[in-house]
């Protein structure tokens, strides 16, 4: 069980549009519509975003979006604002009662 | 208001057991799938195990796989994590999280309970 691969870090200036990718294989992202995101700010727990791939908890502005395509995830946050800045994780149902979490990204608002 | 409370964590010496609990309220806790995930502080969120509503399928990481147990009291709105055999990189804040959505959707999450494991 390896972790769904993002990257390290991203960033992008207020009002911008910035885009995280989370890739997996066959058997987990590739396999079923069951994809999460989520957001945790320094010292808190984190917070869901995004289930099933695209759907958004009541709450959580439409500012963010999720897609998938193949093995891949993304999570867009568009309209960058200062409170964005956090670290975003995606998971992914692996089958067999498993999940498993990508690495973490952080986003810096610049 | 959804609330999840972890307790039970504490420093203990490789080899030991703890048992972490998390007390549910605010929302039907035998209607929901419950999660496990541990974070080393500074570093990322890792699952660690889920079961069922009805306590009946568990599923578990490869890396706690034998060593842990997951369970749940749906009479007292309380999730368990038995953890024997404990080693050093068992060492993290450990969350309890009901499901949401989906399987790997993990909505409501607790604010963690420590545990260390060191000599």
């Known amino acids: 069980q390896s972790a769904l691969t993002q990257p390290p870090s991203a960033s992008g200036s207020p009002g911008q549009s910035v885009t995280i990718s989370c890739t997996g294989s066959?058997?987990?992202?590739?396999?079923?519509?069951?994809v999460s995101w989520f957001q945790q700010h320094p010292g808190k727990a984190p917070n869901l975003l995004i289930y099933e791939v695209s759907q958004r908890p009541s709450g959580v502005p439409d500012r963010f979006s999720g897609s998938k395509s193949g093995n891949t995830a993304s999570l867009t946050v568009s309209g960058l604002r200062a409170e964005d800045e956090a670290d975003y994780y995606c998971s992914a149902y692996a089958g067999s009662n498993r999940v498993i979490f990508g690495g973490g990204t952080t986003l810096t608002v610049l | 208001e959804v609330q999840l409370v972890e307790s039970g964590g504490g420093l203990v010496q490789p080899g030991g057991s703890l048992r972490l609990s998390c007390a549910a309220s605010?929302?039907?806790?035998?209607?929901?799938?419950m999660h496990w995930v541990r974070q080393v502080p500074g570093k990322g969120l890792v699952w660690v195990s889920r079961?069922?509503?009805?306590?009946?399928?568990?599923g578990y990481a490869d890396s706690v796989e034998g060593r842990f147990t997951i369970s749940r009291d749906n009479a007292k709105n309380t999730l368990y994590l038995q953890m024997n055999n404990l080693r050093a990189d068992d060492t993290a804040l450990y969350y309890c999280?009901?499901?949401?959505?989906?399987?790997?959707?993990?909505?409501?999450w607790g604010q963690g309970t420590l545990v260390t494991v060191s000599s």
């Open positions: 079961i069922s509503s009805d306590g009946r399928f568990t």
């Open positions: 605010g929302f039907t806790f035998s209607d929901y799938w």
């Open positions: 066959g058997s987990d992202v590739g396999a079923y519509n069951y």
């Open positions: 999280a009901n499901t949401y959505g989906d399987p790997a959707g993990c909505g409501h």
